[in-house]
């Protein structure tokens, strides 16, 4: 699927962010710790940014993730896909629009989203305002 210039304008520092990220991955589990928003920069722009707290094996060796974004008005982060790991998004500001297998449903404040694994689906800011959202990704085991 061929990406935009916006697409990678976000993509690419998301990227880098996350290396750096994954090169901070613990041998053992991931610790338990106070993760501080403020000591971890956003990447990408006004359209959409995001960071990453951490990424890493969780206790009983699962990979776990969590990261925020910000999405303005309109904008969606991707289109469609789908992959094996499931995401638990927490909307934490504005209107999120879920698009999950075909079907869309509004999401505000203080709503949670489930994307399965191996179900098409997105998100969108429906909103007027920015849309601000947690996810948590829970992926295979590691190793």
Known sequence: MPYTRRDLAFLLPALSAANAAAQTLQTGTLPSKVYHSAQIPYA??????GRAFF??????????????????PGTRTHEPHKHEHEEIVIVIEGTAEAYIEGKTE??????????????????RNAGTTPCRYYVLELRGRVG
Request: negative net charge.
């Open 106 to 123: 509004l999401a505000e404040a203080g709503s949670v989203i489930y994307f399965g694994s191996n179900q098409m689906h997105s998100a």
């Open 44 to 49: 990408g722009d006004e359209n959409k940014k």
């Open 55 to 72: 990424h890493g094996a969780e206790h009983s060796g699962f990979d776990l993730e969590a990261h925020e974004t910000i999405l303005g």
